[in-house]
Nanobody, 124 residues
């Protein structure tokens, strides 16, 4: 069992930056693929990015590529989402998720564990 808790959301102006954190419980965190997703009002849950257990391999949605960076610190059981050059369309609830299979997948259904989400609002 893995429990995930996101933090770091808030209100920021367009062009600004935020860093989200996702703290995980459980001894096997370092073996999980970690993903970030978001859901804007009225929209489906959308893949943002994912990072493999080693931290070496990452994959991003085209909409955030070059602006967002995922990293992880397995010693601290924490994964991060650094968001730069934020746009109003990035406004959403952001979720982290864990996949123990080791896949680097964009499909939310393949992630077994989810956090409660943290709100990010970007004003124009």
């Amino acid at each position: 069992q893995v429990q995930l808790v996101e933090s770091g959301g808030g209100l920021v102006q367009a062009g600004g930056s935020l860093r989200l954190s996702c703290a995980a419980s459980g001894r096997t965190f370092s073996s999980y693929t970690m993903g970030w997703f978001r859901r804007a009002p009225g929209n489906e849950r959308e893949f943002v990015g994912a990072i493999a257990w080693s931290g070496v391999t990452t994959h991003y949605a085209d909409s955030v590529k070059g602006r967002f960076t995922i990293s992880r610190d397995n010693a601290k059981n924490t994964v991060y989402l650094q968001m730069n050059s934020l746009k109003p369309e990035d406004t959403a609830v952001y979720y982290c998720a864990a996949d123990r299979s080791g896949r680097l997948t964009v499909r939310p259904i393949l992630y077994e564990y989810w956090g409660q989400g943290t709100q990010v609002t970007v004003s124009s």
